[in-house]
Every structure is written in structure tokens, then in C-alpha cells.
């Protein structure tokens, strides 16, 4: 999954983004355990997704570009009050897409960081249509306010 995530965000080529390997996957399980989340089969992962919660102060810098995804990563510290959650990314295997998987997952997980954080806000970055499509079916399920950084 880490493979496809490289490839799809084309993370080696875009210093803004985080690049996901086993340090950065520590440190979001340390923010919360319910940051990555994955619905597998016997043959392995098929949906893989990543939240991070943070304040809605290193939310509207992020959205007002004035700080890069691995900056926002870096500023959120563990152990704080949460109050925003950034949809950071979701992958489905073709062969399991537009089955509601990235959707469910993501909820999940909101809903488990919001039994000891205040999560109000939610905001993404997208990289095309069924990006946009799954943050605004997350946002009016949960009835929470949705922001965006434009590419």
C-alpha cells in the first residue's frame, strides 16, 4: 500500500507532501492509534487510509499554504487537545473501489479520535474527483464543516 500511495500522490517528486515509511507511520500512531487505518482480506490490504489531527490553527495555515503537509505533520504534537482532522489520503485497490471502504474507514476513525478530542473542523488536499467526492460525503455524514487547499 505504501507503494501505491507513492506512486498515485507521486510523493518522491513533491517535497510538500509527507512521505509515508515507518518513521512517519510511529509518530501518527502516537498522535492517535486511529490515524491509519486498513480493511484487508486473506490476500492482504485492500483500503488503506491516514488522518492526522491537529488544531484548527495548523489547519488554516495549511489551507492558507503558509505550511506544507510535512510541516503540518511536524507542528502536531502528541498528547494536545485535537479540534481539526486532516483527510490526508485513501486507497482502494481498483478492484474494490466505489464500495463505500475509504468512506467507512474514514469515519471510523474521526469517530474514535473524537472520543477524546473535540474534532470540529475537517480539511484535505485533493488530488482529483473521488478525493473531493469522498471528503464531502465524510463532511455531510459527520455534519461537520469542510475546508480545502487548492493544489
Keep these: 500500500m505504501i507503494r501505491l500511495a507513492e506512486t498515485f500522490f507521486d510523493v518522491k517528486n513533491d517535497p510538500e507532501q509527507i512521505q509515508v515509511n515507518e518513521h512517519v507511520l510511529g509518530r501518527l500512531k502516537r498522535i492517535h492509534p486511529a490515524c491509519i487505518s486498513q480493511k484487508s482480506t486473506r490476500k492482504g490490504p485492500i483500503a488503506w487510509m491516514l488522518i492526522i489531527p491537529t488544531s484548527h490553527r495548523l489547519m488554516q495555515l495549511f489551507i492558507d499554504?503558509?505550511?506544507?503537509?510535512?510541516?503540518?505533520?511536524?507542528?502536531?504534537?502528541?498528547?494536545?487537545?485535537?479540534?481539526?482532522?486532516?483527510?490526508?489520503?485513501?486507497?482502494?485497490?481498483?478492484?474494490?473501489?466505489?464500495?463505500g471502504l475509504a468512506k467507512r474507514l474514514m469515519i471510523q476513525s474521526i469517530q474514535s479520535?473524537?472520543?477524546?478530542?473535540?474534532?470540529?473542523?475537517?480539511?484535505?488536499?485533493?488530488?482529483?474527483?473521488?478525493g473531493e467526492r469522498l471528503a464531502h460525503a465524510i463532511a455531510d455524514k459527520l455534519q461537520l464543516p469542510l475546508s480545502k487547499r487548492a493544489k
Design 65 to 99: 499554504k503558509k505550511i506544507s503537509e510535512r510541516e503540518l505533520l511536524r507542528r502536531t504534537h502528541v498528547g494536545k487537545k485535537y479540534d481539526a482532522a486532516y483527510l490526508c489520503s485513501a486507497l482502494v485497490l481498483p478492484e474494490y473501489r466505489r464500495k
Design 113 to 130: 479520535i473524537q472520543k477524546k478530542h473535540p474534532v470540529q473542523y475537517l480539511f484535505y488536499w485533493s488530488f482529483g474527483v473521488a
